[in-house]
């Protein structure tokens, strides 16, 4: 739960960075309350990876500023890295440690390592940390840079792409731990392209695109934005006309009895409507990014 009396853990004031004429993000205002979830949700390339490196100072802003934990991103930065855990999107590690050695090196910059908590995060995420690091498959090292992130219990996780390489399993371990992070009252900012990941831990979302901030929403107002693609197989051939005219219902065809739709927000119209019929089956996609996006584009001039 968000804590509004103490300090932001993060706050962007104007900030734009510049890669010489190439844009990385401009001029972005966001706040993240401490004890939240909070999704940064965009494409490859959109800004998020670049954000946060300047909130890491990896790279300096071109103007505006960041503060993270109430610290200033430059001036501070020996300090913040002390409080936050970090995950990069590439990650990179000394191949020929173990992982039990990558943690123990990093354990010692911070001043010890909990082992207890170290193993328990490693058996959670079936990870054995004494192979060398050049012997991981991609799952496993990206296991190795969670359980680095989330060891010293950090005030703030900062992860970038978190679930790379991750399968479906580790996936819902990796999001209990999460939640299991804000319920302790810490913060974590979620950098994703994956909309159903952000969605189901999140608390609010922010969402980037080509280095500009098109909107910060709770969950639930992303939600009514996301526009799902819906396969209906009834038992016999349905009028379309009976779905067209549903308000949020578009892209409605059908070839026999097997009908195609898009719902905007809430399915419970789609299903009223289709419970008139005998139904054989049902198959709901995953909302897609881009057409959250372009829901929100609707009526305005992005550039």
Do not use: C
């Amino acid at each position: 739960m968000a804590n509004l009396s103490t300090p932001l853990a993060v706050q962007l004031s104007g900030l734009s960075k510049f890669y010489g004429s190439v844009r990385g993000v401009v001029d972005l205002d966001l706040e993240v309350h401490t004890g939240e979830v909070f999704g940064y949700l965009g494409p490859n390339g959109a800004g998020k990876t670049t954000t946060i490196r300047v909130l890491l100072d990896l790279l300096r802003p071109t103007s505006g500023s960041a503060t993270v934990l109430g610290l200033d991103s430059v001036a501070d930065a020996i300090d913040i890295k002390r409080r936050v855990g970090y995950l990069p999107g590439e990650l990179a590690l000394y191949d020929n440690m173990t992982g039990l050695q990558l943690l123990e090196y990093f354990g010692s910059l911070r001043g010890g390592i909990e082992w207890p908590y170290a193993r328990a995060l490693a058996e959670r995420l079936d990870f054995d940390p004494s192979m060398k690091i050049k012997e991981y498959s991609s799952g496993n090292r990206q296991k190795l840079g969670l359980i680095q992130a989330f060891v010293s219990r950090p005030e703030l996780l900062i992860l970038d792409e978190p679930t790379s390489g991750l399968d479906p399993l580790m996936q819902q371990t990796f999001l209990k731990m999460v939640d299991e992070v804000r319920e302790e009252g810490r913060t974590v900012f979620l950098s994703s392209h994956d909309l159903p990941e952000v969605e189901a831990v999140a608390d609010r979302v922010a969402i980037i695109r080509e280095g500009v901030l098109v909107t910060v929403s709770g969950i639930a107002e992303l939600r009514t934005k996301a526009m799902r693609r819906i396969q209906i197989t009834f038992a016999n051939n349905v009028p379309i006309d009976e779905f067209a005219n549903l308000p949020g219902v578009g892209n409605v065809s059908a070839l026999g009895s097997v009908m195609e739709l898009s719902v905007e927000g809430t399915m419970d119209r789609v299903i009223k409507a289709a419970s008139g019929h005998e139904v054989l089956n049902f198959r709901s996609a995953e909302a897609d990014l881009e057409d959250v996006f372009l829901n929100y584009y609707r009526g305005q001039d992005v550039q």
